[in-house]
């Protein structure tokens, strides 16, 4: 009954390969983030998605992209992994705010390694 | 453009000393404020908010007053346990997009017994 939930909890890579990050949340929110935390904990967002359509398209190599197959999921694909990707990203959910403030509930993360 | 700034740490506190992190924003409009913990090797769970200009957020004995004057919400325990050793992160909250929160680097806190 995990609320947010994400694979692979690591994930070890050599350097120009392709990978993906899953996301699934089972709270009925309509909108779905992801963020990267760096080796200094600075936590930063790349993108949100609402019903499936991107609303927060931070400054993000476009060697990421974000795929929403539906309001449940956001995956996170990276074409030619680098080393200075090698970080924790954090997936998160929420309903999209109208008047009120709402939560945003956040994943386990993964931790990526580039070697 | 929107930011914040949380004391440096990490904060390193015997159990039952008094905490105060502080936390200063700049954000566009009249921002929501909220205080995120991350403990170790998990993801962030949100600790108090504070939706207007001196409102209190409190939880788990954590308290923080929403300071519009000085742009602050600083965060308060009066005595900590060795369970709150964590990564705190202030973050405002703008009115205007997308529910978008801005982090910065957090504040580590060690408790020792």
């Known amino acids: 009954d995990t609320a947010v939930s994400q694979t692979p909890k690591y994930l070890v890579t050599q350097m120009g390969n392709d990978k993906s990050i899953k996301c699934e949340q089972n709270?009925?929110?309509?909108?779905m983030y992801w963020y990267k935390q760096d080796s200094k904990k600075f936590l930063k967002i790349m993108f949100s998605y609402n019903n499936k359509e991107l609303i927060i398209n931070e400054t993000v190599p476009n060697r990421f992209s974000p795929k929403s197959p539906d309001k449940a999921h956001l995956n996170l694909h990276i074409n030619s992994l680098e080393l200075g990707d090698s970080a924790v990203y954090f997936c998160?959910?929420?309903?999209?705010?109208?008047?009120?403030?709402?939560?945003?509930?956040f994943g386990p993360g993964t931790r990526l390694t580039v070697l | 453009g929107d930011s914040v700034t949380q004391m440096e740490g990490p904060v390193t506190l015997s159990e039952e000393a008094f905490l105060t992190i502080n936390c200063t924003y700049t954000a566009t409009g009249y921002p929501s404020l909220f205080w995120y913990v991350q403990y170790p090797g998990e993801g962030l769970q949100l600790l108090l908010k504070a939706t207007k200009a001196d409102d209190k957020g409190s939880n788990k004995g954590f308290e923080a007053t929403y300071r519009k004057e000085t742009t602050s919400f600083h965060l308060e325990k009066g005595s900590v346990q060795v369970s709150d050793s964590a990564v705190y992160f202030c973050a405002p909250r703008s009115r205007r997009g997308y529910n978008k929160l801005i982090f910065g680097a957090g504040t580590r806190l060690a408790v020792h017994p």
């Open positions: 709270l009925g929110h309509d909108t």
């Open positions: 998160a959910s929420s309903h999209l705010p109208s008047g009120t403030v709402n939560e945003q509930f």
